[in-house]
């Protein structure tokens, strides 16, 4: 088993920390990245991090990068209520799967109650900011060392 985790970022999401900072927060997007790449390299675990707005683009990086990860962190963005290729690539893989959404979405808009990914996910986090993010490895991480 691979010792890496693929954390993907859906669209809009490189807009962290300009973009509706009272809902989102004020951490940007490349700082939620450093984050999970020094909790990673601290437990000996490369984090890979990819943001896209195309979801084909999302789709190529998990046909390329996906087989070899011991689990994904994806926060699909928009892309949880309506993004069927992005789901049928995650469904391929055998890793374990976390949907981490910063704000927590059944608070919000009925829309965004429904997720795509959700169903294929191992688990979900929502509504504990960027955090989420690192709740999400460490949960992967402490999975790895019972396998």
Request: glycine share 10%; with cysteine.
């Amino acid at each position: 088993m691979s010792k890496t985790v693929l954390v993907i970022h859906g669209p809009n999401l490189n807009m962290l920390g300009r973009r509706e900072p009272h809902i989102y927060g004020a951490m940007t997007l490349d700082a939620i990245n450093e984050a999970l790449k020094q909790r990673g390299a601290a437990a000996g675990i490369e984090v890979q991090c990819i943001q896209s707005n195309h979801e084909g683009e999302l789709v190529d990086a998990i046909q390329t990068r996906g087989w070899e990860a011991m689990g994904i962190i994806i926060n699909p963005g928009a892309l949880t209520h309506y993004g069927l290729s992005l789901r049928d690539a995650l469904a391929m893989l055998s890793a374990p799967i976390i949907e981490v959404h910063l704000s927590n979405v059944y608070q919000r808009e009925a829309f965004r109650h429904t997720s795509v990914i959700a169903p294929i996910a191992r688990g979900q986090i929502t509504g504990l900011g960027w955090r989420g993010y690192l709740l999400a490895l460490e949960w992967l991480l402490a999975e790895y060392e019972t396998v």
